[in-house]
């Protein structure tokens, strides 16, 4: 099992560029989410899915927009990148229930321009 | 809302050292208590968890005990190693929350010298 996975791993944008970044995971899990991680505040919930078929927002969503593209799939585009932008962004899965382990992504190292 | 608190870093410590890093939340139901840890240029890993009041949890050496009457989840390792070195990130899910997601402290950087 790959667990999960991200792509890419480093990108490099312009102001105002576009560019999607991609989630999978193959452990069958319900719920999918987006994480940015910046210096000295931990991460923050970007967006998140509770199950396939369903995307609400999370504590920062301005910016972003999210697709759950099957139960495997979580997609996270940036439509005009910003500086504010830049970060680490994490995917991450779980099976369902608030007890259950969120397992994440190695990351994707964005800059913003 | 709920938030999580953690004990500012970096933390260095020598080799065989006691560690604690400390951890209190704020939740407005019973949530559940995650420690997390990230290593250089890795993504976070589940260290431990516990569910519900006093429960402990453990793993690789690390325990934590959920205190319901102190708000507190502190991460303790009685003897560090080198290869301990990374961040560690306290979190909580609240089951009364549909998005059951994390929220995290800020993390807490360890370095431990040979």
């Known amino acids: 099992n790959a667990g999960v996975t991200q792509t890419p791993k480093f990108q490099v944008l312009k102001t105002g560029q576009s560019m999607t970044l991609q989630c999978a995971q193959d452990m069958n899990h319900n719920s999918m989410y987006w994480y940015r991680q910046d210096p000295g505040m931990g991460l923050r919930l970007i967006y998140y899915?509770?199950?396939?078929?369903?995307?609400d927002k999370g504590e920062v969503p301005n910016g972003y927009n999210v697709s759950r593209l099957n139960k495997r799939e979580f997609s996270l585009r940036l439509e005009s990148a910003a500086p504010s932008q830049t970060s680490v962004y994490f995917c991450?899965?779980?099976?369902?229930?608030?007890?259950?382990?969120?397992?994440f992504g190695p990351g994707t190292r964005l800059t913003v321009l | 809302g709920n938030s999580v608190t953690q004990m500012e870093g970096p933390v260095t410590l020598s080799e065989e050292a006691f560690l604690t890093i400390n951890c209190t939340y704020t939740a407005t139901g019973y949530p559940s208590l995650f420690w997390y840890v990230q290593y250089p240029g890795e993504g976070l890993q589940l260290l431990l968890k516990a569910t519900k009041a006093d429960d402990k949890g453990s793993n690789k050496g690390f325990e934590a005990t959920y205190r319901k009457e102190t708000t507190s989840f502190h991460l303790e390792k009685g003897s560090v190693q080198v290869s301990d070195s990374a961040v560690y990130f306290c979190a909580l899910s609240d089951p009364y929350t549909g998005r059951r997601a994390l929220t995290f402290g800020s993390g807490t950087r360890l370095q431990v010298q040979p």
């Open positions: 991450a899965s779980k099976a369902g229930g608030s007890t259950d382990t969120q397992y």
């Open positions: 899915s509770a199950s396939e078929g369903t995307t």
